[in-house]
C-alpha cells in the first residue's frame, strides 16, 4: 500500500519594505542574493557572482583565491578560471626568495658601514701615534 505525505508550510510574510532571505526579514540581501520585489524575497544570484540586479546580471564576481581567478563577462555572467594547483608554492617560493635577498642585501650593507667604520677609525688611529711619539712606558702598556 502506497502512503501519501503532504507537507504544508506557512510563514507570516514580511514587514513593508523588507526581503524575506535565509529564514529572517531584513531591509537588505546578503551577499551573492538581490532583491525581489516582486515576491519580497532575496534570489540567489548566478554561480560565482557575488553581487547582482538581477540573477542574469552580475556586476562584481566572487573575489579571487588562490586557485580560482574570476572574471566578469559583457553578458553579466562571471567566469571560473582554475589556476594551478601548485600555483600557491610558486608564490610562496617567490615571496621566500625576495625576503632572502632583502636579508642578504641588509647583511652585506651592515658589513660594508662596519668595515667603514674600522678603517676610519684606525685611519684616526694612526693619524694620532703620528702626532705624537710613545715613550718606552706607554709602549710597554700598548704590548701587554
Given amino acids: 500500500s502506497k502512503r501519501t505525505?503532504?507537507?504544508?508550510?506557512s510563514r507570516r510574510g514580511c514587514a513593508s519594505g523588507k526581503f524575506y532571505a535565509e529564514?529572517?526579514?531584513?531591509?537588505?540581501?546578503p551577499s551573492y542574493h538581490y532583491k525581489q520585489h516582486f515576491n519580497w524575497r532575496c534570489g540567489r544570484c548566478r554561480p560565482n557572482c557575488e553581487f547582482c540586479e538581477h540573477w542574469h546580471h552580475c556586476?562584481?564576481?566572487?573575489?579571487?583565491?588562490?586557485?580560482?581567478k574570476y572574471k566578469l563577462n559583457d553578458d553579466g555572467s562571471c567566469t571560473a578560471t582554475h589556476l594551478h594547483r601548485y600555483r600557491v608554492y610558486y608564490d610562496l617560493f617567490f615571496y621566500l626568495a625576495?625576503?632572502?635577498?632583502?636579508?642578504v642585501s641588509l647583511y652585506c650593507l651592515v658589513c660594508t658601514f662596519m668595515l667603514v667604520r674600522r678603517?676610519?677609525?684606525e685611519e684616526e688611529a694612526?693619524?694620532?701615534?703620528?702626532?705624537?711619539?710613545?715613550t718606552s712606558r706607554d709602549r710597554y702598556l700598548a704590548t701587554s
Wanted: aromatic share 8%; with cysteine; charged share 20%.
Fill in 23 to 29: 529564514g529572517r526579514c531584513s531591509s537588505y540581501c
Fill in 119 to 121: 678603517i676610519y677609525r
Fill in 5 to 9: 505525505m503532504q507537507l504544508v508550510v
Fill in 126 to 134: 694612526s693619524d694620532e701615534e703620528e702626532a705624537e711619539p710613545l
Fill in 59 to 68: 556586476y562584481r564576481c566572487h573575489p579571487d583565491t588562490v586557485t580560482q
Fill in 98 to 103: 625576495v625576503s632572502c635577498a632583502g636579508l
